[in-house]
């Protein structure tokens, strides 16, 4: 079933169902199985990746690529919501149900349930939208219902260059301005490129903010994904006041940043806490192939550019080659081709009991939203949703309704779920 969004429909939801692909064609979902819809792999279904990997390159475990496929097995819907978007980046929730959503040019502006979209939020500080750049990823407080208080990542502009920063402001009563606006962090060196800001933002239960920093992709800045004393290649953990949080593992090393969680990292922009868990994870981006989905750890080192399952974009190897190397941490699992993640999200909603603890991603250059089946800390079923689209999906986030709601590079807004 093809889906089509008339160019003259605005603000108006499109409401279709989805169809399951399957090898030989489609088949329309069956009716949902409230009894006890499965949540485990079918080994008879094949991995959902069926090109051929750009590298001979093979995985360190078993089921750390390409584990066997699964297929939803409860009927759900999808709307598009809107298709007026510019280039959005982040989506959060608002308590009272709508959405605040970020645009890469520099704009943030809401989204009713329904789709319909606000004017421009006003108050915000300019951003380097070249490249990779703009205005990122977003996050609300906690406590928001009190103090409106909204935590958004940019790209911002210095002389020397360009950086990951991170600010914070308030929301007014009449929700057309961010006021009192203060950059509460830089992950320095800034670095005159376009390319791998990083760019997720997320509290942790603690009450402190977890943040996500690219390399900035050339030769060059590479190895400071290495270096303890540089914010690049980083996930970071800082307070709400741009303070290195208390209990970091780097507290007290004089020769390390002691706001820095984590380090060998690429260009990350997926982070999600497991609700049941409370782990942290992240995924980020790999060269040619390569993709990772990582659990985080304190003080780990995750070990780009020093080990990787990709190979440069030319297909020469990246420095030595090699996959492994004692004292880097593993991916729980990679990609290769990329599909190039973005935006993640555990679902935690009892609406679809099949998808519970299971985590979305939102794909890129893959084109779809991913989703794994998480168990032991390993993945151990894949299933690919909204392939037939022809979207980049950029970010995800779940409702309080039980829905998965998704923005695309090409300015749609989606909801996934249950009528």
């Known amino acids: ?58 995985p360190a475990f ?5 584990v066997a496929g699964v297929k939803t097995k409860s009927a759900y819907d999808v709307k598009i919501l809107s298709s007026e978007l510019k280039n959005p980046w982040g989506i959060a929730q608002l308590p009272d149900g709508r959405f605040l959503i ?39 407080d906690p406590a928001f219902s009190q103090n409106r208080m909204v935590y958004w990542v940019f790209s911002e502009n210095l002389p020397e260059g360009s950086l990951t920063s991170v600010a914070k402001g308030k ?49 060059q800045t590479r190895p400071q994904a ?13 307070t709400t006041d741009g303070k290195p949080a208390s209990g970091n593992p780097f507290s007290g090393n004089s020769d390390a940043r002691p706001e820095l969680y984590s380090y060998g990292h690429r260009n990350v922009q997926g982070l999600a806490i497991n609700s049941v868990t409370g782990e942290l994870w992240e995924h980020e981006f790999g060269p040619r192939g390569g993709d990772e989905l990582n659990l ?32 880097l941490e593993q ?18 909603s009892d609406s679809m009991p099949e998808w519970k603890n299971n985590l979305f991603i939102s794909c890129l250059s893959g084109q779809h939203i991913a989703r794994l089946i998480i168990t032991n800390n390993k993945v151990v079923g894949e299933e ?14 779940q409702g309080n309704d039980g829905a998965l709601y998704a923005v695309t590079d090409q300015g749609r807004l989606y909801r996934v779920g249950r009528k």
């Open 296 to 327: 985080i750890q304190p003080g780990k080192n995750y070990g780009w550019p020093t080990i990787t399952y990709g190979i440069e974009y030319s297909g020469e190897k990246v420095g030595a080659g090699i996959t492994q190397q004692q004292g």
């Open 102 to 140: 970020t645009e890469k040019k520099g704009n943030m502006r809401i989204a009713s349930g329904a789709g319909i979209l606000s004017d421009l939020i006003t108050g915000l500080p300019p951003v380097n939208s070249r490249g990779q750049g703009g205005l990122l990823g977003l996050t609300i």
């Open 171 to 219: 929301l007014s009563a009449d929700d057309k301005k961010i006021e009192n606006v203060t950059v509460i962090y830089r992950a320095t060196p800034a670095y005159k490129g376009n390319l791998h800001y990083g760019g997720r933002i997320l509290f942790e239960k603690s009450g402190n903010l977890i943040i996500s920093t690219g390399e900035r992709s050339d030769e």
């Open 1 to 58: 079933m093809k889906n089509i969004l008339p160019s003259s429909m605005t603000g108006i939801a499109i409401i279709f169902t989805i169809f399951q692909a399957t090898a030989c064609g489609g088949s329309k979902l069956p009716k949902s199985d409230s009894a006890s819809p499965s949540t485990q792999s079918d080994s008879s279904i094949v991995p959902v990746e069926t090109k051929a990997p750009n590298s001979s390159k093979k």
């Open 331 to 348: 991916p729980v699992y990679y990609w290769d081709p990329v599909v190039s993640p973005s935006g993640m999200t555990f679902y935690t």
């Open 226 to 238: 290495q270096h303890l004393n540089s914010g690049l290649g980083k996930v970071i953990r800082i």
């Open 62 to 66: 078993a089921g750390q690529t390409r």
């Open 384 to 397: 690919r949703l909204l392939s037939n689209e022809g979207q980049r999906f950029r970010d995800i986030t």
